[in-house]
């Protein structure tokens, strides 16, 4: 006697060793044996053999129309052996009743299982939709096959294109294009960014930068859309200021948010002023103009081009142009002439007269430390003005140095970045020029110390006021100890303040314009401001901006280091340089001595931090934004250096981050799209992305 029975829903036969009243015990043809509960017997039969029963019954089962097979079968209740009678003939025996079984059992869209190999009919609209849907999937089949054949065969799709960065880094697991893709990789056993890369699909290195970053944080695009949004007017009547300002950007600049006056040198006694532009008088808090620059949070900046977190004609309105009387937000600090001690200090909302916008580019080899000190000529703009605030930098930069406990030191010079042979959104192929600027310049030094001074001066008269804002803190230099965000006035180690709130650059960063509308109303409240703040205390919107803030800006930084990071690629490619000197840091990272580079040498993981080595470059990979190198020759030991930890103070003054903070983001730059792109790896055994 043998026993057809399901197991979990599969089917087994074997012969019936021994019998009890809820049980069997049945014999495999592999000779185990297993106990089958009687309810789970479907057929017992006493030939053919099991095997050859099996087997006769899949070859039946595939011959059975399942149309004709709905149609012949009884109406209601029904067992599989009625099947086979109605559809093969009334003496239909094991191997037609076993066929019956397996072809019910795999077209649930015909017949509905009820349990113990009894079945039911289903609905006729049913088995309409049934067919209908597994005609679509065998369509999306057909179609990603065929997507498959023309990627393998070295051609991209347009659907598949259209969906790149979706499959590279956000995968719909389940859309046809990915499972194109993954097939695809499969079939021709290449990782998917190669393969996407050899069927044309990435055209430009730079344009995958740029549209991936555009894919993760402008998905509706970067523009402010058809209708362009007006700048509100300002409607205080502002009191014009008796000053003449000026500020200092680089030529590029559009957004001026800070300008600089200086009155009564020769005096005894100097007012310094810091007025900042002033977009919070007429940008209301939840207006539109406030929901776009809350989503946008700060601008972009990158070579040759930027994403602006405010509409050009609003920057345009309210930016500190030179030849207008500007609506400002200023800060007045009266300073003994001779000692530079601070006497007072006065916040004001009025019109500030801009006189001049100096740039960085057209007067920093004019304006060195000799003619500001008067050793050398000082032939240009604002000469006694521009002395004056070098001499009160270096002494407010002398003060927190004192409050830090070390000196800051800028061992590395800022880069400069400008694109030649382009006209608007860079393209990747223009030229690239890359300049130097030292750190701690004077008129950096001067813009720099002016706005520390202005934010940490304003942070304390928020907390005065008991008026929340968002701070900046650091609680101490020890390596590893952050900057942090929050809405206490916590002092921040890094730059030797008490506390520290960004409110400078209000037409560029999203934190600053809130701090701005606190300090607005302080400024015309007074002591009852904290009822008139748009933000109270223990605002829940003031965490959400932080978190918002914090993730936007990151995202922000970390594109802006890798453009710059391919753009310094494409220098070496276009200049045909082979080799480079660097400096060791650690791990095997070495950093390039007259370029903003950081990458990896073999050969160098156990010379000493800051030994000199000459690099051979051997490969450029502008897509995962690395550099491939060979240690060439070790030129020197290194140099006694003093305390490392001292680089990097935070903020306006310098980075927030010393060497080791910036080898680990060389090396998320040189890895983050390998990382991204193990989503979509066809399966372990396909070689790794990149």
């Known amino acids: 006697m043998y026993a057809l029975f399901d197991d979990a829903g599969k089917f087994h036969v074997g012969r019936v060793m021994s019998e009890a009243d809820s049980s069997l015990q049945v014999e495999l043809d592999s000779g185990k044996r297993v106990k089958v509960k009687a309810a789970n017997v479907m057929l017992r039969f006493e030939q053919p053999a099991p095997a050859q029963l099996m087997a006769s019954a899949q070859a039946l089962a595939g011959e059975i129309d399942l149309d004709l097979a709905w149609e012949f079968a009884p109406e209601g209740e029904f067992g599989f052996a009625d099947l086979a009678r109605e559809y093969f003939d009334a003496s239909a025996g094991a191997e037609r009743q076993a066929a019956a079984l397996l072809r019910l059992f795999e077209a649930p869209h015909y017949f509905r299982r009820l349990g113990r190999g009894l079945f039911r009919k289903a609905p006729e ?16 089949a057909a179609q990603i096959a065929a997507w498959a054949d023309e990627l393998v065969a070295g051609r991209c799709p347009a659907p598949v294109r259209e969906q790149l960065f979706r499959i590279l880094f956000r995968p719909d697991k389940n859309g046809p294009e990915y499972k194109a893709v993954v097939e695809a990789a499969r079939r021709a056993q290449k990782a998917p960014l190669d393969l996407l890369t050899a069927a044309g699909a990435i055209a430009s290195p730079y344009q995958f930068h740029w549209q991936r970053f555009l894919f993760d944080q402008f998905p509706k695009g970067a523009g402010f859309g058809a209708v362009p949004l007006a700048a509100p007017a300002v409607q ?96 007045y600090v009266t300073l003994d002439e001779a000692t530079l001690e601070v006497r007072a200090s006065q916040s004001r909302l009025e019109r500030v007269p801009i006189a001049a916008n100096l740039r960085h580019d057209r007067l920093d080899a ?124 916590l002092p921040h180690a890094g730059m030797g303040v008490a506390q520290y709130a960004w409110a400078t650059s209000p037409l560029r960063r999203y934190v600053d314009l809130v701090n701005q509308w606190q300090i607005i109303a302080c400024v015309r409240h007074g002591r009852t401001a904290a009822l008139a703040a748009p933000f109270k205390p223990k605002d829940a919107q003031l ?79 502008l897509l995962t934004l690395d550099l491939h190198a060979t240690l060439a020759a070790r030129l020197e030991a290194p140099a006694a250096t003093g305390d490392a930890a001292a680089e990097g103070t935070g903020d306006e003054a310098t980075d927030e981050a010393g060497d080791d903070a910036e080898a680990a983001g060389a090396l998320m730059l040189a890895t983050a799209l390998d990382d991204a792109l193990a989503g979509a790896a066809p399966d372990p055994a396909t070689p790794a992305a990149g």
């Open 125 to 140: 609209e049913t088995v309409k939709a049934a067919l209908a849907a597994i005609e679509r999937k065998q369509q999306v």
């Open 236 to 331: 205080d009547e502002l009191p014009l200021a008796a000053v003449r300002a000026f500020s200092i950007d680089d030529s590029a600049t559009t957004e001026i948010d800070d300008a600089l006056s200086v009155q009564g040198l020769g005096s005894g006694t100097v007012v310094f002023g810091v007025h900042i532009a002033v977009p919070g008088l007429a940008i209301a808090p939840d207006s539109a103009l406030d929901r776009i620059a809350r989503e946008r949070l700060s601008t972009v900046y990158m070579p040759g081009w930027k994403v602006t977190m405010l509409p050009d004609a609003v920057v345009q309105a309210y930016t500190l142009a030179e030849g207008r009387d500007c609506p400002a937000l200023s800060l």
């Open 366 to 489: 004019l304006v060195t430390e000799a003619s500001l000190d008067g050793a050398a000529p000082a032939d240009y703009p604002f000469a006694p003005e521009l002395a004056f605030a070098h001499r009160l930098a270096r002494a407010l930069k002398a003060r927190r140095e004192q409050v830090r406990g070390k000196p800051e030191v800028f061992n590395r010079p800022d880069y400069t970045f400008r694109l030649q042979g382009g006209d608007g959104e860079p393209t990747g192929d223009e030229t690239v020029e890359i300049g130097t600027r030292r750190r701690g310049a004077p008129l950096d030094l001067i813009v720099a110390e002016a706005m520390i001074l202005a934010n940490s001066t304003w942070g304390g008269w928020l907390a005065e006021h008991g008026v929340p804002a968002i701070y900046r803190s650091q609680a101490s230099l020890l390596p590893g100890i952050k900057v942090r965000m929050g809405t206490r006035p």
């Open 543 to 621: 965490f959400s901006v932080i978190s918002a803030f914090d993730t936007a800006y990151a995202a922000y930084n970390g594109f802006q280091q890798g453009i710059e990071r391919y753009w310094t690629l494409r220098w070496l490619q276009q200049n045909a340089v082979a080799e480079l000197e660097a400096a060791v840091m650690k791990d095997g990272l070495v950093r390039a001595e007259t370029l903003p580079l950081v990458f990896r040498v073999p050969g160098t993981e156990a010379l000493a931090r800051g030994s000199r080595i000459r690099a051979r470059i051997t490969a450029i990979d």
